[in-house]
């Protein structure tokens, strides 16, 4: 993030536009919107200015750009057609400490100005720092279409009662609790139909039963999915912005980590071979403490949380202390990591099931059911079998497959930092450890391997 969005008051306060065009004219329709009062400094001004200054809306300085005009400005906008013009109000307004923009100029601003959304007193602005406005106008005009023209009356509804809710409810989890459940249920549903009067009605009941009630805690085990966020859930999403605490793994990708509730407390207990932050023992009795103190507690697990996540352990100890929970499903990271190195896990020609193993060393040597892994027509997809992959190879080849056995180690997948390392039973191993592929990794052994020089897409 290279510039922090904020909202400025300017009602009543002095702002220079440097300009009388059409550009101009855009910027000062904004300011007034935002209640300022404008001054122009320009030495002509355009048909639609000049009939403001006529009507008595626009205070004019007919003149060139001087320094002196910025005198107990708040806030100045540079929309000249003369690039040197636009640098003068720059230097001039940064002395100052005087906010300016330079329209088009994204190196002269110490603002920009943003794409807004106005459904007053609710403003939603979009930018790109100045780099692709027209992107900002494009997303701008998506969500024009997201957010409905009512939801201006919900916010002045949530305003109306802020003071009171915060005199009833002290404590501020228990308020944001509250607020997210009347903006998400049906009172808000009551005011964005416009039956206000009997929205108003609800919200005061609701207040009066959350000021003599406490809000029980709840888990949410959360499947992270295998490392692109935009393979999240909309129902992963919306949990995750609700939770006070949030439980994550190591496989759990800054990406998705970044669209947790910022506020939220966040406690990493993520296990890497021979390295437990916890026990998972602790961290099943972790969750209930923390759910019986009243919390919403997010358990994002990468990929899917009963797919060697271990999460029905998880649910068995909540279940046993009448700890109220949900369950939402990831992609798995068999599904998206083989989607994404372009091997279809089953395949008319080639495969018509999949296994799913874990590839655990126990005391140096690897505890699988080699007979089941070596039956023809499948895809064996194995988790964690990176540190025995040679181990796993070798037996493999004990056990039946061909030494030429198509087989793939896939790092990091469905992130930017993809790797894919594609051989055969016989080379997998040496290939691997030569590209110095390190876990997270995933194998997929079987004749669909053939299919990602055709397939791949991703990268």
């Known amino acids: 993030m290279n510039l922090l969005p904020i909202f400025i008051r ?6 220079v536009v440097v300009g009388g065009g059409e550009i101009a004219v855009r910027k000062i329709r904004l300011l007034r919107k935002a209640g300022a009062a404008v001054t122009v400094i320009s030495p002509h001004l355009c048909a639609s200015l000049a009939a403001d200054l006529e009507a008595g809306r626009l205070d004019w ?11 107990d400005a708040a806030l100045a906008i540079a929309a000249t057609d003369e690039p040197e013009t636009n640098r003068q109000v720059s230097i001039a307004a940064q002395a100052r400490n005087i ?26 602005a979009v930018s790109s720092g100045g780099a692709a406005p027209v992107l900002s106008r494009l997303l701008r005009a998506r969500l024009e279409t997201l957010i409905p023209a009512t939801y201006g009356r919900l916010a002045k509804l949530a305003g109306d009662f802020r003071e009171q809710v915060k ?32 929205a108003y009605r609800a919200l005061q009941h609701a207040l009066d039963q959350s000021a003599d009630s406490q809000n029980p805690g709840e888990v949410y085990l959360v499947g992270a999915g295998p490392g692109d966020p935009d393979l999240l859930t909309f129902r992963a999403l919306r949990l995750m ?10 496989l759990v990708s800054q990406g998705v980590l970044e669209l947790v509730r910022r506020d939220a407390e966040r406690i990493y207990v993520g296990k890497r071979r021979a390295s437990h932050t916890l026990l998972q023992e602790e961290i099943n009795h972790l969750l209930v403490r923390l759910a019986q103190e009243g919390k919403r ?20 100890t909540l279940a046993e202390h009448g700890i109220p929970f949900q369950i939402v499903p990831g992609i798995s990271a068999a599904n998206g990591v083989a989607s994404y190195a372009g091997i279809p896990l089953t395949h008319r020609d080639y495969a018509q099931s999949v296994l799913f193993v874990t590839g655990h060393l126990r005391d140096g040597s690897v505890d699988l059911d080699w007979h089941a892994l070596t039956r023809p027509r499948q895809t064996v997809v194995i988790y964690m079998g990176l540190t025995g992959l040679d181990i796993i190879c070798r037996k493999l080849i004990e056990h039946g497959l061909p030494p030429d056995w198509p087989a793939a180690v896939v790092q990091q997948g469905t992130t930017p930092h993809q ?12 290939k691997v450890e030569a590209a110095g592929l390190k876990a997270p990794t995933l194998t997929l052994i079987g004749e669909v391997v053939k299919l990602r020089e055709k397939l791949a897409w991703f990268g």
């Open 241 to 250: 912005q609700k939770a006070d605490v949030v439980l994550y793994d190591a």
């Open 167 to 198: 005199r009833r409810l002290p404590d501020a989890r228990q308020r944001r609790i509250f607020w997210e459940n009347v903006l998400e249920g049906p009172i808000a549903e009551q005011m964005l139909a416009g039956r206000e009067d009997a």
């Open 61 to 71: 300085i007919q003149a060139r750009f001087d320094p002196a005009h910025l005198e």
């Open 99 to 124: 906010p300016v923009n330079v329209v088009d100029a994204p190196a002269l601003c110490s603002f920009v100005m943003p794409s807004i959304i106005d459904r007053s007193p609710l403003v939603v």
């Open 297 to 316: 507690v997010l358990r994002l697990k990468g990929g899917d949380p009963f797919i060697f996540g271990r999460g029905g352990e998880e649910i068995d």
């Open 419 to 430: 790797r894919v390392i594609t051989s055969t039973l016989s080379e997998l191993a040496k």
């Open 10 to 15: 300017l009602e009543g306060r002095r702002c």
